[in-house]
Every structure is written in C-alpha cells, then in structure tokens.
C-alpha cells in the first residue's frame, strides 16, 4: 500500500510560504505580461491574471475576503475543498472542489468579483489553483472582521498591510 503524501512534502516540494492573510501556504506562479485598462482608456500597470498555488491544512479555515476581480478556483490535489461564497444578500452557496469528476459537479469554480468567499480543506489537506482575471493587487483585496458570518450582517473590515 502507497504512503500518502503529506501535506509537509507538498510544502517543500513545491516551495511555498505562509500566506500574509493566513489559513494557507501559497506560492505566486504567474502574472501575465498583458495590463488592464482604466475606466478612462489608460494602461494600467494591473495585470489582465495572475495565478496561485494553495495548499490548505487541516483545521484552518481561510476568513472571509472578497476582491473586485473574479476567481477561478481548480483542485489540483489531495483532499477535496469547500468553497463558500456570500452574495450582497447575504445568501451563501456551497461549493465542493475535487478531483473526482466522476461525482463531484466539477473540479473547478469561477467566483464573480465582489462575493465574499472562503476556502477550506475537506480532509488532511488539498491543493488549489485560484487564478485572478483581472490579475491580483493586494489593495483590492478586503478581508472581514475575524470570526464573521454571513449571518450577522454586512462585516466589519479589515484590510491586511501591504506585502
């Protein structure tokens, strides 16, 4: 019988570090050479994507962020994941990651901009892809008050320091 690969050999095989906003290890695999444009026709100096590497540990829970561009999630390994993500009402849908495309609805999920969402490993640890389109700024990203829930109201913020 295989030994089942810990989430430490993914870590160190793959190079990642702890992320700034916490719940994940990460690694920033590419941003592309084209730009956005501003609203007023200007390039901007904002890539059209860029791409990350997760992997999400048992027992940790990504807190509630939302960013003005969509997210294109993918399993890439391990574990399957949740993905939750909140609409401006409130309302929260549930979605399941994972590499089973046989009976799971799919392996990837697009989350359109400016939903709240988090992320979560369903088992030891899984290994995720989260593509931005338009690419990742850390000034747009938004992060809700530790411990929110969509239950509660609109969240509190809090904006993590630029890395």
Known sequence: MAKKTTAF??????????SPTGGSWYKHVHSS??????????????SQ?????YLLEKNTLHEWHRFNSSLIWTHLGGDGAELSACDQNLKVEKH????????????VKVI????WMRIRTLGDWSLVN????????F???EI?????????????LRFPAAG
């Not at 050999?9 to 702890?18: D, W, Y």
């Not at 994507?49 to 590497?53: A, C, R």
């Not at 399941?96 to 392996?107: A, E, H």
């Not at 530790?146 to 609109?154: C, I, Q, T």
């Open 9 to 18: 050999e993914v870590i160190e095989a793959l190079g990642l570090e702890k």
């Open 33 to 46: 050479d084209a730009h956005t444009c501003s609203h007023c026709g200007n390039p901007s100096d904002r």
């Open 49 to 53: 994507s860029t791409s990350f590497i």
């Open 96 to 107: 399941i990651l994972d590499g089973d495309v046989l009976s799971s609805p799919s392996p």
């Open 112 to 115: 359109d901009s400016q939903l």
């Open 130 to 137: 989260c593509t931005h389109a338009s690419g990742f700024e």
């Open 139 to 141: 000034g747009q990203l």
């Open 144 to 156: 809700a008050e530790a411990g929110w829930m969509p239950k509660d109201g609109p969240p509190k």
